[in-house]
């Protein structure tokens, strides 16, 4: 597990953190957050999924160049609204072990990613990069309108 504060200069944080906060963002809503009916709603928007890329994946260049990827298989952001206690979103693993996860934070709040007894708060401008086989909860945030992040699956470039 790799935890990286700071990891885009502040202008390419802020450009991605801007577009992705503001009210013309495409946000889709979706009934749970993982294939499990008892899993909170979220709202995500799929940057790339199955080959196919969305518009707005441009904005992302500056993050997914620094990773080092071979390819990537998924990349999408996930929003989560408050509640009024923290409910983890489901245990869950992204893809098999060739694979690397990162979990990119758009904003501070009391949420989190936790894998196995590890919670990895949200923090502005964080990557947490972990194997995609690795069994993992995110959660909602009571200290904040929202908790965002980009969620990024790929093979590493060796």
């Known amino acids: ?3 990286k504060k700071n990891f885009l200069n502040l202008e390419d944080y802020q450009k991605i953190k801007g577009e992705i906060s503001n009210d013309k963002f495409p946000w889709y809503f979706n009934e749970t957050s993982i294939e499990d009916e ?22 992302l260049y500056p993050l997914l160049s620094k990773l080092k990827a071979l390819t990537f298989l998924r990349i999408k ?6 509640t009024n206690k923290i409910i983890e979103t489901g245990e869950h693993i992204d893809a098999d072990g060739r694979f690397k996860s990162a979990i990119f934070f758009l904003n501070e709040c009391n949420g989190y990613c ?9 923090e502005d401008n964080k990557i947490l990069i972990f ?3 690795e069994k993992h909860t995110g959660s909602t945030c009571t200290d904040s309108k929202r908790r965002m992040l980009i969620n990024i699956v790929y093979l590493e470039r060796k």
């Open 131 to 133: 194997k995609s086989n």
């Open 1 to 3: 597990m790799i935890i």
């Open 38 to 59: 008892n899993s909170p709603f979220q709202f995500t928007h799929k940057f790339l999924k199955n080959g196919i890329t969305s518009s707005p994946i441009n904005i």
């Open 77 to 82: 952001a996930n929003l989560n609204t408050a």
């Open 114 to 122: 936790k894998i196995g007894n590890k919670k990895i708060k949200s």
